[in-house]
T-cell receptor
Framework: GAGVSQSPSNKVTEKGKDVELRCDPISGHTALYWYRQSLGQGLEFLIYFQGNSAPDKSGLPSDRFSAERTGGSVSTLTIQRTQQEDSAVYLC?????????????FGSGTQLSVL | AQTVTQSQPEMSVQEAETVTLSCTYD???????LFWYKQPPSRQMILVIRQEAYKQQNATENRFSVNFQKAAKSFSLKISDSQLGDAAMYFCALNNYGQNFVFGPGTRLSVLP
């Protein structure tokens, strides 16, 4: 596609429910990142994927969070047993590779609200 | 550990005037890249400008330029001839080779007509 696509754009869920957030990166981009942005805050790194290498999961805040990337393209971020503190905007970004100077292309994010 | 600090949570500038957004960072690496990203209300972040640490010349992109002081670990963004469309959150970011991008907390810029 022309850009990074994220769905849904908004998600409201009840505490304790599981949610899945989807990211469709730019075709051909081998690197994919997930970030979390709480209200008025900066970007908190969650996880990144680079090609067929093992993902860097060092930013995942708890074992309720997991992510996968199928076929080196679409990625799904899953949050199990959601808590109110999980409410945030979840941003996905992709780049051609994880090189230092590579430009990140961002999606418009998913606004998650946990009631 | 790498950190990025933006000490100005909010800034405002009059249309057509110049404004400078501050950023300081910390890294033990000698080679790295620095970036400024803009996040408008649409939430989609857009690259404004990037700087290679080994280059002494400051990067410029049209009305946007940086003042890179490597020894001081400072990377400020100057916006000249500010326009209403420049109103957004601005994030400073650092990337070492093959590592994750580290972002600062952001500066919210308002442009006054």
């Amino acid at each position: 596609g022309a850009g990074v696509s994220q769905s849904p754009s908004n998600k409201v869920t009840e505490k304790g429910k599981d949610v899945e957030l989807r990211c469709d990166p730019i075709s051909g981009h081998t690197a994919l990142y997930w970030y979390r942005q709480s209200l008025g805050q900066g970007l908190e790194f969650l996880i990144y994927f680079q090609g067929n290498s093992a993902p860097d999961k060092s930013g995942l805040p708890s074992d309720r969070f997991s992510a996968e990337r199928t076929g080196g393209s679409v990625s799904t971020l899953t949050i199990q047993r959601t808590q109110q503190e999980d409410s945030a905007v979840y941003l996905c970004a992709s780049s051609r590779r994880t090189a230092t100077n590579e430009k990140l292309f961002f999606g418009s994010g998913t606004q998650l609200s946990v009631l | 550990a790498q950190t990025v600090t933006q000490s100005q949570p909010e800034m405002s500038v009059q249309e057509a005037e110049t404004v400078t957004l501050s950023c300081t960072y910390d890294t033990s690496e000698s080679d790295y890249y620095l970036f400024w990203y803009k996040q408008p209300p649409s939430r989609q972040m857009i690259l404004v400008i990037r700087q290679e640490a080994y280059k002494q010349q400051n990067a410029t992109e049209n009305r946007f330029s940086v003042n890179f002081q490597k020894a001081a670990k400072s990377f400020s963004l100057k916006i000249s001839d500010s326009q209403l469309g420049d109103a957004a959150m601005y994030f400073c970011a650092l990337n070492n080779y093959g590592q994750n991008f580290v972002f600062g907390p952001g500066t919210r810029l308002s442009v006054l007509p």
